[in-house]
Structure formats: structure tokens, C-alpha cells
């Protein structure tokens, strides 16, 4: 299992078991099939407005 941190205008959110094992299996699914990524050992991805 994965790690996940996310914070919201600065506020980290907690999230418990299930919310962050759907959350980080969607992201790294989607980082899987960009081209050139294999192995994903951690990732940053940050939004801004």
C-alpha cells in the first residue's frame, strides 16, 4: 500500500484506509500509462489555480 498525502489550501486531509487505497490506485493507474513511466516508486502532483 501507498502512502497518500493530500492537502487543500494547505490543509492536509485526512483520510482513512479505503478513500486513500481507491485515491492512490486511480493516480498510479493513470501515471502507468503515460509513456516513458515503468516502475513508480513515489510521485508529487501538485494543482494550481
Not at 16 to 28: D, R
Request: glycine share 6%; no cysteine; net charge negative.
Amino acid at each position: 500500500m501507498y502512502q497518500i498525502t493530500i492537502k487543500v489550501n494547505g490543509e492536509e486531509i485526512y483520510l482513512t484506509g479505503y478513500p486513500s487505497e481507491i485515491i492512490s490506485e486511480v493516480i498510479l493507474t493513470m501515471l502507468k500509462t503515460l509513456k516513458g513511466v515503468e516502475e513508480i516508486k513515489n510521485a508529487v502532483i501538485e494543482i494550481k489555480k
